[in-house]
């Protein structure tokens, strides 16, 4: 039954929580445990060109799987570095497939991507963390947290010992991620954050990290290189990455009210099928991840509180669509002419600049020589030249 | 006397009453299948398909669409003149009208080729000011998020596009709205606002948003300011170009993303009416795709005394014979895009599926199953055309299956290619990546009339152009452009703007040639994979094509939704806009990993040369005991203990 109203909880939830409320209060004491009362994702493929069309894969299957579980679009912010689904090398168009002979297509029919191409940039992606974008950025290309949110970080490409690499050509550090979620921390944009990285020697990517509540996961130790895990013979590349498949695959059977915690997540994948070592870091993080749930940071099971005020309704809302106004405009509207030949032709040349007429130029120059003939005359020029 | 003046006044509204019911049923004519009140009603169009009269026998069942029947008045088809009636013979009486209205439209026309052109437009109509001062608060078909954008940055005219793959027109024909590859997006302000730069840049960015596009990259280097191109497609007479912005993103990717906001657009989402069609693992499996979003204040009416905002979704795909069709010419929505129709939007005023058989008239080029009887003309790009209707509508148009599943098998492909009238081309001559040479061509098919094309170019800063070196021949001749307006380029600032009107000899091709030079770009300056080349977004050429028939310059009157985008001021021309493919220019790249060649090299040579040099000079040597064996070490404690001196 819990399950029932967890599913329907995106149109309805208030009404459902409440019957918890009244229901289910033990629950919901449980329920309420984590502290956070919003869920947002930054999702991120960092490599560019066909041939990394795995990062790509891996970035989407994170994405589908926090769509699924109720992120909405509007708390994602999805960057890819290239466009696989419509490449030109693509035998099937508008799709990315994470399992072989096509059978899982990530892209879907709805995706939203809000940064692409050239805009994935570490610029960008630092600017998107720490809130500081132009005044014109649209909401959905921004973060919106605040220090109720629990936050999902992914990241995938290919990466060293303390870097990874944006787009072939640029490279973030690790320092430069751990100082950029200090000043998430000391802005209070998060309340917990799960940070997941898939790329060679990822866990070099979190041991810089310093803030609090943070917890890290990475798919290869230092010294160690992320594996690719099958490719597909009619698209002609690998599909997906050894530990974001396993993970795929683990989050498929979550399902919003599951119970699954972070201890079940930490034994994704294996060495005997990542043949890396897939990391974690919980020494930030000051819950046992025993009780964090996947859905804390994967889904948006939203809290709510209740408060007790009584508030007034009864105001009525001012019905701000006046009468017609009486006057109409009574002149008749035309279309513009499209190519208006002879307007085009004898259009007035753009105005310049003042400039002293012409005549008085020449004056004033002969006022000029006139002046110094009379002082020196014809015959002192050969002392002056 | 006051009788009869009632019996009058009755004979008047019995009259009144049988008229409306003629309306009725001429509307109503695809259902009864031996009523023929609707061809008797419609004597000119007959006449106007005077060519068709010999298929008239076979297409005894078919009957005229509603629309075409009000088109015609009987004085003119007296007159047998083909120009088409300034007024409606019936107008229905005037019924309180919504503020809003919806209309869907798909338009397919079979292509010589083989290949298959579908084109959906969605009209929303609203009848509101988005300018006035308190805000529009109430949305029902118009979407909040466009109207929005609307009243907060004094829009008056916008237009966006986003396609992917390049129109041949060789091939395919003019297309019914034709668009750039990459993004486009021209806008108009109104004539109050002050600082139209800040306001243009922040619109990109909230348009960024709003499709998932990144239109954000547009910026001064990009935009222009048209002098003559580009004018208002919707009513009103300010035209100064200073409330006037266009660019192009050449590069931009089309793919789900875009189309998907675009979908949450239509009041019916993708969920009924035509818009169910739109899945995008078909639309993209296609030559050509390009999905446009149109806004402009149009006429509410026919006297044109008020305005109405209208909203125009396009959405245009070509879907290849080889590629989606597998060789076979034979084509079924089903095949096309995985779905079939069910139902018209609940909403929608007006929902049509119209298919071009102007070719086929015998059907000797295609079969078209299952057959209707409903028959419409439109004048569109100076053509008459013939279409057969489907109104979606009408529950008998899905028959006893509940759903529609349009059939379309070719009978031969001649793949020949076509003489469209104005056809265009561009290229980049040269060699070396210091300088270079665009070639425009321009080709006037027409066998005796000229007619004057509008050319224009936004070349970037980071090609240099020559202007000097701007020439323009027609047939080996100098062809001395009537009106030129040039803007040259600002580094990293703004683009060259180049605007010429040139009077197209008939039958010629008119070649414009203009020689650039290559800037160098500092180095951050490049993108990520600066070897793909940079790219110069397409030639605008805007003209005045002489066409075959007379065109409507009634503006306001109701039209089929493809044929009622572009104005018409005089009757003999129709205006067409055709883009010539987007350049792509490769620009001199330093070898981008020489810093860290550089920086391996010094430190080997700091390392090894100076290293040593340093090691040696400030090392001091001192000779060193070599250090006692073993035995000789004890000998010596030995010794020590004995008191001799050491060995």
Known sequence: ??????????????????????????????????????????????SRFWFNYRHVANTLSVYRSVKRLGIPDSHIVLMLADDMACNHRN??????????????????????????????TVENFLRILTGRLPPSTPRSKRLLSDDRSNILIYLTGHGGNGFLKFQDSEEISNVELADAFEQMWQKRRYNELLFI??????????????????????????????????????????????????????????????????????????????VSTPGHRTDLFLRDPGSVLITDFFGSVRKVELTMETINLTDPIEQLESAESGELQKEMHTYADQLPVSEIIHQKPKQKDWHPP???????????????????????????? | MAAHRCSFSAVLFALWGLSLLTVARGQEATLEGNDRTAVVDNPESVAGAAEQAAGQPAAEDRRWEATAVEEVSPTEAGGGSDSPAPKPAASPPSVPRPKDDFQEELVIRPLHSGDIYTSFQFRTLWETDFTRENKVSHYRLFPKSLGQVISKFSVRELHISFTQGYWRTMQWGQPYLPSPPGAELWVWFQDSLTDVDGTWKELTNVLSGIFCASLNFIDSTNTVQPSASFKPLGIGNVTDHR???????????????????????LPCGSKAGLAVLLKSEKLFHSSFHSQAVHIRPVCKDDQCKT?????????????DLHNSGQGKNEWSLFKMFSRTLTEACPVASSSKIYIDITDNSQGEQFELSPATPLLSQAVVLGDRRTFSVYDLTQQITFGTMRSLNLLIRGKSSQGDMLRPLLHAERYVAGYGLQTGEIHTLMYNNHP?????????????????????????????????????????????????????????????????????????????????????????GSSVISSLVPSIVAMDTNNSRERPLFSSFFPSKEESSYFVRVYTEPLLVNLPTPDFSMPYNVICL???????????????????????????GLAKRIANIIRKMRGVPPL
């Open chain 2, 307 to 319: 305005t109405s905002w209208e909203l125009r979704q396009t959405l245009n795909v070509v879907f």
């Open chain 1, 1 to 46: 039954y819990v399950r029932g109203i967890f599913k329907n909880l995106h149109g309805w939830f208030i009404n459902c929580l409440r019957y918890l409320f009244c229901c289910f209060q033990d629950r919901a004491g449980q329920f309420f445990s984590s502290g956070h009362t919003n869920n947002w994702a930054v999702l991120v493929c960092t």
């Open chain 1, 197 to 274: 990285i898939d790329t060679c020697q990822g866990a070099s990517m979190y041991e810089r990290f310093y803030s609090p509540n943070l917890m890290a996961l990475a798919s290869s130790q230092v010294g160690e290189d992320s594996l690719s895990h099958q490719p597909d013979l009619a698209i002609g590349v690998h599909l997906m990455d050894r530990y974001t498949f396993y993970l795929l695959e683990f989050l498929e059977d979550i399902h919003p009210a599951s119970k699954t915690n972070m201890n079940d997540l930490f034994k994704v994948c294996p060495k005997s099928q990542c």
């Open chain 1, 91 to 120: 035998p099937k168009p508008a799709t990315v497939f994470s399992h072989k002979n096509m059978e899982l297509n990530v892209y879907g029919d709805d995706v939203e991507v809000d940064y692409r191409g050239y805009e994935v």
């Open chain 1, 358 to 385: 012409d005549g008085f130029i020449l004056g004033l120059w002969t006022l000029i020589l006139l002046v110094f003939f009379q002082t020196y005359g014809v015959k002192h020029l050969k002392h002056i030249f």
């Open chain 2, 243 to 265: 409330f006037l912005r266009y660019a192009t993103l050449p590069r931009e990717i089309v793919c789900t993303e875009n189309l998907t906001p675009w979908k949450k657009l």
């Open chain 2, 448 to 536: 005796y009339r000229s007619f004057p094309v509008l050319l224009l170019d936004s070349v970037p800063w980071y090609l240099r152009l020559y202007i000097h070196t701007l020439t323009v021949t027609s047939k080996g001749k100098d062809n001395k452009p009537s009106y030129i307006h040039y803007q040259p380029s600002k580094d990293r600032v703004r683009p060259h703007l180049l605007e010429m009107l040139v009077q197209l000899p008939p039958n010629s091709v008119t070649e414009v040639t203009l020689q650039f030079e290559r800037a160098l770009l500092k180095w951050t300056e490049y993108t990520p994979d600066p070897n793909h080349g940079f790219y110069v």
């Open chain 2, 602 to 628: 010094t430190c080997t040579v700091v390392a090894v040369g100076y290293g040593s040099l340093y090691n040696l000079l400030t090392r001091s040597f001192q000779i060193e005991e070599p250090s006692p």
